[in-house]
């Protein structure tokens, strides 16, 4: 997913998005800042849509997936509080981009993502030792390599399966979005006693995972 653009250009969109979509927003974190001023984002995007990488809005990837609009994934992490050296389960990684955000935040992480050619591109924009690529189900997660510090769910769901809610370890906390009717939140929940409450903290316009569709009869 090689784009056009000059690095000086890049630079420019990259410090225009923290300007007026991150810190207006909430997204002050310093290290989060510092990585997404730091990461390629248009790498992760199809090289016709280089264009568009930063604006503020959810970009389509094919298939019907997308990546998120930056103000979503900044907002994700911010809540995530993430610290190097911590386990971090991601499910969903598309194209890498948050991957690729998480590693330069010194996570150890695990990144699930069930659709072959958005594994390819991931793997080719975001290379790094710290990103074990994990090809499966999206809702199984990677139980293998449980327990997680932190499970951020790259997209919004209706519901949790709890093969999730297994993998993250007690005291760990999730990061999602829920969808509630045509409105979708961003959602947080630390484990204790071996079950996470989730509560919403925002609304945004979130870009829906596959396969995680409440089933019939159930009431999230």
């Known amino acids: ?17 923290i300007d007026s979509q991150l810190r207006t927003n909430d997204v002050t974190d310093p290290a989060v ?21 930063y604006t503020d809005r959810a970009i389509s990837l094919g298939s019907g997936r997308a990546l998120n609009a930056p103000l979503v994934t900044g907002r994700m992490l911010v809540a995530a509080a ?47 030792d710290k990103i074990h690529w994990v090809d499966g189900p999206l809702a199984a997660g990677a139980p293998d390599a449980a327990p997680f510090d932190r499970i951020i769910v790259e ?12 993998q993250l370890a007690e005291g760990g906390r999730l990061i999602a979005a829920r ?17 996470v409450a989730l509560r919403s903290f ?8 596959p396969g995680f569709a409440v089933p019939a009869g159930f009431q999230f």
């Open 1 to 17: 997913m090689a784009t056009k653009f000059s690095e000086i250009t890049a630079a420019e969109m990259r410090s225009a998005m």
């Open 33 to 53: 800042v510092g990585a997404m001023a730091a990461v390629p984002r248009e790498a992760h995007v199809p090289a016709a849509l280089a264009g568009v990488a």
């Open 82 to 128: 993430i610290r190097p050296g911590m386990r971090v389960l991601l499910v969903g990684s598309a194209t890498g981009y948050a991957a690729a955000l998480l590693a330069a935040l010194g996570a150890e992480v695990h990144a699930v993502e069930e659709q072959s050619d958005l594994m390819a591109a991931a793997k080719a924009a975001a290379a790094s």
């Open 155 to 166: 997209g919004a769901i209706e519901t949790l399966p709890d093969t999730l809610v297994a």
């Open 179 to 195: 969808r509630d009717g045509t409105v979708t939140r961003l959602v947080e929940g630390v484990k204790v006693g071996g079950t």
């Open 202 to 209: 925002a609304d945004m316009d979130v870009a829906p995972l």
